[in-house]
DNA sequence: CGATCGACCATAACGCCGTTATGACAGGAT
DNA sequence: ATCCTGTCATAACGGCGTTATGGTCGATCG
């Protein structure tokens, strides 16, 4: 074989994730992946069969970052205090990768549907994390025990719609979104899933 | 002029809204909408200007329908039942038309960015509804008296959200996300929000 | 009432796109 | 030394959004 160089699929979605970062999902074509990966539109076809495939590759990525990026908040002695730090961080990749963001999300609506099994998977091992969180939430007792992953789910849906609507840009009903919208709503969340008193 | 056929626009806009519905963004084209419409494709650009302006106008289309959607449940006696009312006709929407819903939230990602103004008064016209509702919940005493924008924002987030995570899949984290995650979380968020008893 | 005008839209072309066919080329296996 | 196989470059195909051009009418006005 000819080098089978095998950085280029590592490079193709290198460079696919910073040309969507950069200029938005509608700069991403093969032919512009290509040059700027330094190879054919071929090497496309060879390491993901096509461009679809390379996009859902993109989004595994994507949640892999998002995943680290979440991971980087440390466990500190009060758990409530690290799901907080833990939202503030998952907001915090949204907004500064929105396109990217979008896509991971949106993906479903892009190219022509439902992840697979895969992205699934990587999506569901950063979920694991909030999973983690809450449980320990759980165990010092600062809200009350019942399913972690059910509790958990309802903050990502808080939390992804905030950020959801904070990126369409209608968040702005409110002059303030993050301190009239997000605050309050996680608060409340967890003021309702509180101790009995 | 030579019949200047003022439904081609709308026509446009309702073939591009069905279109999308049964096949999906991939299949929108100028071409294949002038030929379902009976036209060509300069009706398109002489109406519109070019295809992102028209997948905006078809966007607003979605929010009005949306808007209709929920304005169909009748208030009755009991504001907070029309608040859950609001919420399960919501879902309804965005579980009916998955695409649309999507494009509308993602169009941001899709085009090229950003609301319009006028995109933005559609979409907020339909949150007005929901701040009406919230500020009819208020004055029944169901829950304390504090911004209803702020507050309907909240409910909005949890609801966007939770429908984002449905229809991408990831909702299966758990067996049945409407009970576990969807009801539990607008039932928390309304005991939060509840009078202090 | 007929000439004129201008909005509407059909046709055809341009440069892009994703994708495919084809083939050159470079090792590993034989 | 031979073949075989995975890798990628070249070039083509159909379809895309868009634009240029021109024909065709209804409205307007002398």
Redesign the pocket.
């Known amino acids: 074989?000819?080098?089978?160089?095998p950085d280029?699929r590592r490079r193709l979605i290198e460079v696919a994730a910073d040309v969507l970062s950069e200029e938005g999902p509608g700069a991403?074509?093969?032919?512009?992946l290509?040059r700027d990966a330094g190879?054919?539109?071929?090497?496309l076809?060879?390491?993901f069969g096509?461009?679809?495939a390379l996009v859902r590759a993109v989004v595994a990525e994507g949640f892999a970052r998002l995943y680290d990026r979440v991971a980087e908040v440390e466990p500190s002695a009060d758990p409530l205090a690290d799901l907080v730090a833990a939202a503030v961080a998952y907001r915090g990749y949204a907004l500064a990768d929105p396109h990217l963001y979008l896509v991971m999300f949106g993906s479903a609506s892009l190219g022509e549907y439902r992840l697979t099994e895969t992205e699934l998977e990587v999506g569901l091992a950063a979920f694991g994390q909030l999973v983690a969180v809450v449980e320990r939430v759980m165990d010092a007792g600062a809200i009350r025990r019942s399913d972690p992953a059910a509790v958990a789910g309802q903050f990502w849906a808080a939390l992804h719609g905030y950020v959801m609507i904070e990126l369409s840009g209608l968040s702005h009903v409110v002059e303030d979104p993050e301190a009239q919208i997000l605050q309050p709503l996680l608060t409340n969340l967890l003021t309702a899933l509180g101790p009995p008193a």
């Open positions: 074989m000819p080098a089978p160089d280029v991403l074509s093969a032919r512009r290509a190879t054919s539109t071929m090497a076809y060879t390491h096509g461009m679809p």
